[in-house]
């Protein structure tokens, strides 16, 4: 008798995604050699951070990474010049995430439940230019990581990057679970040019 979980399983493997052997240990690591990372989101003051890298120091555990999700915009710049201090005296990664985003705009369709989608969105030309200042701003103070929500800026840093106006070390961190939307926003950017 073929129970549920076994229908599921065959129907898996006929797509070629088959159960991974008890022993199975992957070949893939990170620059360092290292197999996996800890990161601790939601760092969104100097006092949280050194909260975090006093706590792991008196249990004896390291973090790989801390992430200010709330945006850049809302600190100052000697705030974002002590939180890298501090992340790179304890051998922390530091990401900050960019502002101002929808929720945070004048307008309220971010509340509204159809846009409830565009709600970590940047919302037109003016914010796009704030969000690659706040950037600009970060990185001048020693920010090497930026957590982004709109693939239009994504898109832009990107570009901004391989043009050498940021570093190439500079890591654009974005949702992976928005990722497709990349890949229509590139494919949609194709045929634009298509188009012209």
């Known amino acids: 008798m073929i129970s549920m979980m076994d229908d599921t399983k065959?129907?898996?493997?006929?797509?070629?995604?088959?159960?991974?052997?008890?022993?199975?240990?992957?070949?893939?690591?990170?620059?360092?050699?290292?197999?996996?990372?800890?990161?601790?989101?939601?760092?969104?003051?100097?006092?949280?951070?050194?909260?975090?890298?006093?706590?792991?120091?008196?249990?004896?555990?390291?973090?790989?990474?801390?992430?200010?999700?709330?945006?850049?915009?809302?600190?100052?710049?000697?705030?974002?010049?002590?939180?890298?201090?501090?992340?790179?005296?304890?051998?922390?990664?530091?990401?900050?995430?960019?502002?101002?985003?929808?929720?945070?705009?004048?307008?309220?369709?971010a509340n509204t439940k159809e846009g409830s989608r565009i709600a970590y969105r940047l919302r037109g030309f003016d914010n796009l230019v704030y969000a690659i200042e706040d950037v600009k701003r970060a990185v001048e103070f020693g920010v090497r990581g930026i957590l982004l929500y709109d693939e239009g800026l994504l898109y832009v840093l990107s570009k901004m990057r391989e043009l050498g106006k940021f570093q190439k070390t500079l890591i654009l961190n974005y949702l992976l679970m928005q990722v497709f939307q990349i890949l229509l926003v590139q494919n949609f950017l194709k045929v634009l040019d298509l188009i012209h």
């Open 10 to 109: 065959n129907f898996l493997k006929t797509l070629g995604i088959t159960s991974q052997d008890a022993n199975y240990v992957s070949n893939k690591r990170f620059n360092d050699g290292g197999q996996y990372r800890l990161e601790i989101p939601g760092i969104q003051s100097i006092n949280s951070l050194e909260t975090v890298i006093r706590t792991c120091k008196e249990n004896d555990m390291f973090i790989h990474r801390v992430t200010q999700t709330k945006g850049i915009m809302l600190l100052s710049d000697n705030d974002i010049k002590e939180m890298v201090d501090l992340a790179n005296s304890a051998e922390i990664e530091l990401f900050l995430a960019v502002g101002p985003r929808a929720v945070y705009d004048t307008s309220a369709t």
